[in-house]
T-cell receptor
């Protein structure tokens, strides 16, 4: 069973700061997901990656498969980035498709103006 | 932008009652999931469903739970006899391989908040 650990658990920063959230997992995976959960509860997928790096706007996600570690970076942070950021991992079936995600506990991010 | 929908948004029920949570996945997706999140805790996997059968289930998904895709569009989670500890937010998600025209990620519905009294 995969264990997914995130750090920090809570993070408060000032607007404009560069943010890094870390995720590590214990067992080899097919893909790692970064998700965003807003106070209302809805979950939005930000990235799914299996190697290297992906960028979308001010968000950057990296993964190191050998070290079983991923980071999510937010550049030029803004109060609207305040949310819970969740790391989750999955395995792909040999015939395609993916099993259920195993989630970390999430990082509560608050960006103050 | 296609989206996963869930009904109802809130459900309050008495302990021991049956509840059915409904989800409409994205239409060309083939893999469907139910997750739950107890207040203040992390999201947990319940069950995955493909080709009209369960492909994987967690320890949480015991005999009190069942899933169905009754009509080719809806995807339901039934809890036969609810317990207090079933109170949680339940999320449905769907997934399709990139070759099907989507991205290789799971799309989540907005959730159903279940309260068992």
């Amino acid at each position: 069973k995969n264990e997914v650990e995130q750090s920090p658990q809570n993070l408060t920063a000032q607007e404009g700061e560069f943010i890094t959230i870390n995720c590590s997992y214990s067992v080899g995976i097919s893909a790692l997901h970064w998700l965003q959960q807003h106070p209302g509860g809805g979950i939005v997928s930000l990235f799914m990656l299996s190697s290297g790096k992906k960028k979308h706007g001010r968000l950057i996600a990296t993964i190191n498969i050998q070290e079983k570690h991923s980071s999510l970076h937010i550049t030029a942070s803004h109060p609207r980035d305040s949310a819970v950021y969740i790391c989750a991992v999955s395995h792909m079936y040999s015939g395609g498709g993916a099993d259920g995600l195993t989630f970390g506990k999430g990082t509560h991010l608050i960006i103050q103006p | 932008e296609p989206e996963v929908t869930q009904t109802p948004s809130h459900q309050v029920t008495q302990m021991g009652q049956e509840v059915i949570l409904r989800c409409v996945p994205i239409s060309n997706h083939l893999y469907f999931y139910w997750y739950r999140q107890i207040l203040g805790q992390k999201v947990e996997f319940l069950v995955s469903f493909y080709n009209n059968e369960i492909s994987e289930k967690s320890e949480i998904f015991d005999d009190q739970f069942s899933v169905e895709r009754p009509d080719g569009s809806n995807f339901t989670l039934k809890i036969r006899s609810t317990k207090l500890e079933d109170s949680a937010m339940y999320f449905c998600a769907s997934f399709s391989l990139a070759g099907g025209g989507g991205s290789d990620t799971q799309y989540f519905g907005p959730g159903t908040r279940l309260t068992v009294l």
